[in-house]
């Protein structure tokens, strides 16, 4: 790309030697936002010896992730914050991530993934076994549970019910360590050696997933089953040569999958459930579409095309939460956006938060409102004004996992259960590496009395 503009952009000054760290690190969201409304599409941020900008304009968005995405790796804060991927998909670059992502496509084409949904129905219709009238109950917790024993069970085929608890638990220690606000970003910085308690519970958190997901890999290594799933394919995978994949990638695909691939659908079905309740009028018009398509049945993939309205819901619950609520590059060589210099080694922001809700392109932009996705009032939005898979290469691989997914459950547990918050606090959300909800959500479950009635089933676990 030609390079003729010589100007930076213009950003807050922020303290010496801290520029804007602590305006980014009390509130990431508000901060970005603010920056973006105060000082236009291309914002200059000042952080300790780095240079950053932050775009928010869908077509810059689209000039980083797409047209001219050669340019640009991933930053060197996602390089950090997802050090537990390993050299996984999610961080791989150049020919190792061709080939990686080549390889476990095939288990994300959509006739694969379709077939995967009655497994997520039924490990739904499971979990709401042990939902009783009038319990209370944290949906995030659920949500992450559930949305783990999918991932584990479609592209693994393993049992991980007996782990999800372990698993939640190191999850939530790593988020924490990396959540942005308060004293975290300051902590991170101080050298490796430096044995503080947080860092200390991070690496122990670690171990503990490395413990699951190795023995899901020596388990399956033992049977020499190839059961034909991801699995089966990065153990059989062959390179040019002939030679298997090291166990050290093959831990870091395994890892990413199953983080990336549970943690991200859990949330957005934590905030959708929480804006349902909080909104009865909408809560009532996905209610009717369940009534009038399922007739009582469990939903299939079959049901999709018709679920325009649950549809709908899912996407605006991600417009306004989008559970990846930022994207980071890093530029290999200089360029120009949007009329500003890029020099080398610019760390960039992309927000889906701050686009998603960027009055030009949604109108009432911070409302919940599905009816805009059908109505045409977002029919003619730039490409990247919604972006909450990414896109360009490094599109999200489990994109038409992630929405069959998330319309699914959504279906699966509205059409039994009415969900209502039980406090009129309503959430914070956490900006760690994923946008959730802080503390996770309680609300009270009320079964519908239209459901298919079921036996009680006693859950001690639960
Ligand atoms: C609502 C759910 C999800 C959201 C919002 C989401 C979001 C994203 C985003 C924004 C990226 C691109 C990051 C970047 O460009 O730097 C990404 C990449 C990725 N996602 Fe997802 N994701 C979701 C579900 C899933 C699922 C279900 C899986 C797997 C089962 C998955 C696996 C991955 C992987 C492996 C990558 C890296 C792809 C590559 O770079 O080649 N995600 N995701």
Known sequence: MAVSASKLPPGPKGYPLLGNMLGYARDPLGFLTRCSREYGDVVRLRFPGTLAYLFTHPDHVEQVLVKNNRNFIKDKYTRTELSVLGNGLLINEGHSWRRQRRLAQPAFHRRRVEAYGETMVGFAERLLEGWQDGEIRDVHREMMRLTLEIVAKTLLDADIAREAEGVGEALGEIMNYFSDEGSGSFLRMLPESVPIPAKLRYRRAVRRLDRIIYSIIDERRRSGADTGDLLSMLLHAEDEDGNRMDPKQLRDEVMTVVLAGHETTAIALSWTFYLLGENPDIEAKLTAELEEVLDRRAPSVRDLPRLRY?????????????????????????????????????QMFISQHVTHRDPRFFDDPDAFDPSRWHDGRTEDLPAYAYFPFGGGPR????????????????????????????????????????LRPRGGIRMKLSKRRAARHREPVERSER
């Not at 996407?315 to 956006?337: D, F, H, Q, T, V």
């Not at 069959?404 to 309503?426: I, S």
């Open 310 to 346: 649950a549809d709908a819901v899912i996407k605006e619950s991600m417009r306004l939460y989008p559970p990846a609520w930022a994207i980071g590059r890093e530029a290999l060589g200089e360029c120009e956006i949007g009329g500003y210099h890029v020099p080398t080694k610019t």
């Open 395 to 434: 599109l999200c691989i489990g994109t038409n996992f992630a929405r069959m997914e998330a319309v699914l459950l959504l279906a699966t547990v509205a059409r039994e259960f009415q969900l209502e918050p039980v406090t009129g606090d309503p959430p914070v959300p956490q900006p760690s590496i994923t």
